[in-house]
């Protein structure tokens, strides 16, 4: 991403412009897309231009931050906690599939729910198998 404030700048006034035109739309699910899409844009554009603000003013707390950051207890730290996530996910779409079916939604819910559970499992066993090639 840039750190120029001027390319955040020029989003922030799309985004305004976005969400002023929502007021102007006829169509419903338009209007509700510019404005989602321009609260959505204006906050990212806020905090991007806070912490560019905050990077001038105290470079050396990024400094110390960017060190910690790639040390490796700390990746170690990361890296474990995605893993942990990646398994309470799991179960939790097997949930929600469950739930499709308890709550009779069309079959496609369901086959979708059960294919990402599946694409999920075929990720996690590529993922072991060039790792062990690797180590």
């Known amino acids: ?38 609260a959505g844009i204006l906050g990212a554009c806020i905090s991007k231009l806070y912490f560019i603000n905050f ?26 906690a995605k893993a942990k996530s990646a398994d309470i996910t799991q179960w939790l779409i097997i949930a929600i599939a469950y739930l499709t079916i308890i709550v009779n939604a069309p079959l496609w819910i369901t086959l979708i729910t059960i294919t ?14 060039k790792f062990n090639k690797e180590m």
């Open 1 to 38: 991403m840039p750190k120029k404030p001027m390319f955040y700048i020029t989003f922030l006034i799309v985004s305004i412009t976005m969400m002023i035109g929502s007021l102007f739309v006829e169509l419903n699910s338009i209007s509700g897309l510019l404005l989602g899409s321009g």
């Open 55 to 80: 990077e001038k003013k105290n470079p050396e707390i990024i400094k110390k931050n960017k060190i910690e950051f790639k040390d490796e207890r700390n990746v170690l730290i990361r890296q474990r």
């Open 116 to 129: 990402i559970f599946l694409l999920y499992n075929i990720i996690q066993i590529y993922y072991i198998n």
